[in-house]
């Protein structure tokens, strides 16, 4: 059955084909819009002097709608300033004719029995003036109803409606005017935006005399509030993300029902944020159900639905070039999570999957009928059925890289591969995917055996096999997909942590196990993933390796993934089986061949070593820390010039002291320099330069080669 048999990619079963009568317009008269247009556009969106109602559309909208809250509110505020007006002049007059004034001077110089008489005729003459003052405007007010009648009570209450008013008016620290006692926060900002400012200096995010401009008004957004503002000067809104929990504090919402992102690029600086705050908790409500299951057929090349954030927006996950980790405690929705994209390559007849369960369970027993390779358990020899098959791919990688080398330029134009490529069956470089579950259980084995020469665990070696494949793997269309119920650093080592591209964590213990999956200090940046509700079933913090939805500039987003339970999982396998049947693509374990592939496991080993040296040919084996920094680096260690101690010694987990001595005793002494930072500062850190580092490289891997000839077992 030929290619065009098979449906187009993302088309629902339900829609049928139609036909449509178009005519071609031709627009190549048109003239573009003139210079001066374009500046007075420019002009008119960033100037100041222009009010910010009339610079879009929403904005118009929003300021008619709060113009008209406005005026269906104003009588019953008029009402209610009236009448604080009335208790406000009251207690005045009452002051005034008692004499509080005068007799609180004299109680202060402790004079009041010698100024009693004075007080006490102050208050006589005080009360004369008011009977005085009270007879005359009621006459006046008589004599004004008598020439001009009934108009003329009506231009007097006006005129002392409008004055009580205005008298009324709330004045914090005025007497009278502000509770002893505050009552319960709640999230008035929408209605009065000094609250936000309020709530920005509680947080500690602005001083006292410092205020807030306005760049875009409160407007509703989807279920929540959503507004723009600027930071006073040197104030910055990394910290605002960083300080996150504290301005959701001041706000009184909970944390997840505040988004706080910085305005990037050339509507935004480094002082602008954005905030978006929920109506109520925005990942709640029923499961969301996966896009996916409505599809016929997908492109492993498209990005696949992952999810919806809290402002509800969907966030797609991309495959091909990147890899994925996901970490979570046991009942939180890992398995879920993992089988979402495995569902976008299932779907592609063209994919390849390697499926391997440590769990043991029916979780992944539907992907058996379309897996090249599958392994479902975790005795020894289910542990040594997955280091063959990641042997086998290993030496398919290195086989692809050769038959890619011969390609012309206009099918291979940069040494990648292509979507055309990856469905050239004669080519045979399908799009790959390694997904284990339960990756803990491979990794954890601690038989001992050699390789190459080598003695390590089974374990390490099942390490060192997918290092090397989410290292040069996405490159020629192999994706690598681990879970875990363990994210500790004696689980996945650092050096398979670092090429790890894209990280989700759903609810883990503590902010370590959370900045293991998504990265070092993490948590310091607003993203913790033990901060999550247990109640949050299959919510977690995604780090995408790649654009999406929430915008290119986003570091991570707390996610909702999409639900797919075992009924509707199965379907998929079937389809999927279905489409590879039609296509001619079945293989391996789903078309009954499981033997891996006759290969030279020593040329594999040789080849993974090869593949870990420097320009100058250092050998990978190293010593430690000096391994695990190639291992981190990788190519950047040849096109970065410097590298933050900090960083090194939060990437591979080690103690800055000891890391500091191991160094030195490999004669590569830190030093201090000035880097940029996330915010566009430049500030001094202590680090190494990594012309020193390829300088210690180069005398162990000498040292090494004279003295051994090869390496030295690597113990974990």
Request: aromatic share 8%.
């Amino acid at each position: 059955m030929n290619d065009a048999a098979l449906p187009t990619p993302g088309r629902s079963r339900e829609v049928e084909p139609h036909i449509f009568d178009a005519e071609l317009v031709d627009n190549s008269s048109s003239e573009p819009q003139p210079n001066w247009w374009r500046r007075f556009m420019n002009w008119w969106q960033r100037s100041p002097r222009v009010p910010a109602a009339l610079k879009s559309r929403l904005a118009s909208k929003q300021a008619a709608t709060d113009t008209l809250a406005f005026v269906l509110r104003s009588p019953w505020r008029f009402v209610r300033a009236v009448a604080r007006g009335l208790v406000a002049s009251a207690r005045g007059w009452r002051r005034w004719v008692r004499v509080h004034d005068y007799r609180d001077a004299a109680e202060q110089s402790e004079k009041l029995a010698d100024k009693f008489i004075e007080i006490r005729e102050l208050t006589l003459f005080r009360w004369k003036v008011t009977g005085v003052v009270a007879l005359a405007g009621a006459a006046a007010i008589a004599v004004a109803y008598v020439v001009y009648g009934g108009t003329a009570l009506w231009i007097a209450t006006g005129l002392g409606s409008a004055t009580l008013a205005m008298f009324g008016r709330r004045k914090d620290g005025a007497p009278g005017r502000k509770a002893v006692l505050a009552g319960p926060r709640s999230l008035t900002w929408t209605m009065d935006p000094q609250v936000l400012v309020d709530a920005f200096r509680d947080a500690k995010l602005i001083g006292k005399d410092e205020s807030l401009r306005l760049v875009e008004r409160a407007a509703h957004d989807g279920s929540g509030w959503a507004v723009t503002i600027d930071l006073p000067a040197t104030r910055k809104a990394v910290d605002v993300i960083k300080h996150r929990e504290a301005l959701a504090s001041a706000l009184a919402v909970d944390e997840l029902q505040l988004i706080v992102e910085r305005v990037r690029g050339r509507g935004g600086h480094a002082g602008r944020v954005f905030l978006w705050v929920a109506d109520d908790d925005p990942h709640s409500g029923p499961p969301l159900r996966f896009p996916l299951l409505d599809v016929e057929f997908w492109d492993a090349w498209r990005p696949v639905p992952f999810g919806r954030d809290a402002r509800n927006r969907r966030i797609d996950l991309q495959l091909v070039w990147t890899s994925l980790v996901v970490g979570a405690i046991p009942r939180q929705g890992k398995t879920c999570a993992t089988r979402l994209p495995a569902a976008g390559l299932i779907l592609d007849p063209y994919s390849q999957l390697y499926v391997f369960d440590g769990k043991g369970g029916k979780d992944w027993q539907a992907a058996e009928a379309v897996a090249h390779r599958y392994v479902c358990g975790d005795e020894q020899e289910h542990v040594e059925a997955v280091r063959d098959y990641l042997v086998e791919l290993v030496a398919e990688v290195q086989a692809r890289f050769s038959r890619m080398s011969a390609l012309d330029d206009d099918i291979c134009p940069e040494s990648k591969i292509t979507p055309a490529i990856s469905r050239d069956r004669d080519l045979g470089m399908p799009i790959t995917a390694v997904i284990i579950d339960e990756v803990q259980v491979y990794l954890e084995n601690t038989t001992r055996e050699e390789y190459g020469g080598k003695k390590t665990t089974l374990g390490a070696y099942i390490a060192d096999l997918l290092t090397y494949l989410a290292r040069k793997g996405p490159a020629v269309g192999v994706v690598v997909i681990l879970a875990t119920q363990r994210p500790d650093s004696n689980t996945i080592p650092s050096r398979l942590r670092a090429v790890l591209g894209s990280r989700f964590a759903l609810r883990v213990m503590d902010w370590r196990d959370s900045n293991i999956v998504l990265g070092e200090q993490m948590n310091t940046r607003g993203f913790d993933a033990s901060t999550l509700l247990p109640s949050h079933k299959g919510v977690g913090i995604l780090r995408p390796d790649g654009d999406t939805d929430a915008g290119a500039d986003t570091v991570a987003t707390t996610t909702r993934t999409y639900y797919m339970n075992n009924a509707e999982w199965r379907s998929i396998c079937e389809r999927g089986r279905a489409l590879r049947d039609a296509a001619g693509t079945l293989s391996g374990h789903a078309a009954g061949d499981d033997s891996p592939r006759a290969i030279d496991r020593t040329a594999v080993v040789k080849a993974m070593s090869g593949s870990s040296v420097t320009n100058s040919g250092t050998p990978a084996d190293l010593p430690e820390p000096l391994a695990s920094i190639v291992d981190y680096l990788g190519d950047d260690l040849d096109q970065r010039e410097f590298v933050p101690t900090a960083e090194l010694t939060g990437a591979l987990d080690m103690d800055p002291s000891v890391f500091a001595k191991q160094m030195g005793e490999l004669e590569c002494r830190p030093t201090r320099h000035r880097v940029p930072t996330e915010d566009g500062e430049v500030r001094r850190v202590r680090g190494y330069f990594t012309a020193d580092i390829r300088a210690a490289i180069d005398r162990a891997g000498s040292d090494e080669i004279s003295s051994t000839g090869g390496p030295e077992a690597d113990q974990q």
